[in-house]
């Protein structure tokens, strides 16, 4: 296992171009089963998770080449319909194949995702979704196995206990695109990324309006066919980099990132202070002097995205005040805390709330990663830090932000992996 090392304290300064986006392309991988014809996407990050789910295609009987950002996917030998559990308990968006696998084969074995540490991770929303489509669904030793003599279009509502769910929303779009008649999903999740899959489905063939609304209508169709896709890019690693900026008092230029996608990001940096201005393909963000504590609740896409909750936990650990941080999405989310307290910020975890009370440093420190996003915090913790952090077990940081050390270098940050 690797360590990552950063000597903090340098301002990051110049331009970096974002990847595709990692939740993009992981459920479009997944519908690639609902055809037989070659299909070619680009832009798709080189990252543990996407490597993952590209392993997951050949076990499922595809063959998969995937060279510089482009992943060519076709038919192999024959059709597997089990996804196991080695895999699937890796990575929890490999559940997403069960709505492809069943609507095209009728019948498919998907290992239960496991929990993880930011929460326990349900499926009752999935399942749901496509118990109404007709699919026969029974839990088997850890394995959802369903089956159907051929779903069939109804009127699903997919809110959950916590709002929409991405990942569900994903699964029954893809369930649904063969069935028979029209679907309509109401409380869809909103995310750019669901909107990316319907938009990569309408190109195989799909007849989907309202793909990234609350609202999505799918008229089902006989067959797909293959298609040529590029990625949108990543929102979640843009916000990690604008918040990178101004934690270093730096001023970075992000390229290849839409301002769309970070509306809810932006607003609450203009109420904390900070300028973040439109540049060419991208955004600038540069510290401009004091930044203002602001209070931040996670929801459900256009609201605050809960992906950043941590990295924006990490700036206001060092904006003098108070801030208050509510995670409505996954009341669990807060495993960075101790690490970032163990580097001298102030923060106290009240249930889904986090009082984060603003201090002047944070010292360098041997912390660890648990999960992809608060592995993200700690780095942008110990990019501002005096002195050395060493952070443990980066394989989370690796399952969602491609070169991560490159990019941060090629900002002047003095940043590097080691062997643990
Ligand atoms: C997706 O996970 C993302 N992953 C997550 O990003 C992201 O945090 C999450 O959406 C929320 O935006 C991918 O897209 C691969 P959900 P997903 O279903 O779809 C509850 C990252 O860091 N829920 O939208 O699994 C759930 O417990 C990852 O890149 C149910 O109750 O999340 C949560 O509280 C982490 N029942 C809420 O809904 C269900 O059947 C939202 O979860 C499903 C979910």
Redesign the pocket.
Known sequence: MDKLVVEGGLRLKGEVKVSGS??SV??ILAATLLTDAPCVIKGVPNLRDTVTMMRILRALGKSVEFDKGTVEVRAGRQHNLVADYKLVSTM??SFCVLGPLLGRFKKAKVSLPGGCV?????????IKGIRMLGGRVDIESGYIVAKTPGLKGTHIYLG?????????TDNVMMAAVLARGKTVIEAA?C?P?VADLGEFLIKMGARIKGHGTPTIEIEGVKHLRGTEHTIISDR?EAGTFIIASLMTKGDITIRNTSVRHLGALFDKLQEAGVAVRSAENGVRVSYRGKIKPVNVTTL??PGF???MQAQMMSLMSVTEGISLITEK??PDRFMHVPELNRMGARIQREGPHAIVEGVRYLSGAQVMAS???ASASLVLAALRAKGKTQIHRIYHLER?YEEIESKLQSLGARVWREKE
Not at 118 to 126: E, T, Y
Not at 160 to 168: E, K, P
């Open positions: 990692k939740n992981l459920p929890r968006a930011i929460g326990v991770r349900p499926v009752d929303l999935h959950g206990v916590y709002g929409s769910s991405v990942l569900a999740a995310e990324e979640i459900p896409y995205p809960t992906d999405i996954y999960d992809l996003r969602g």
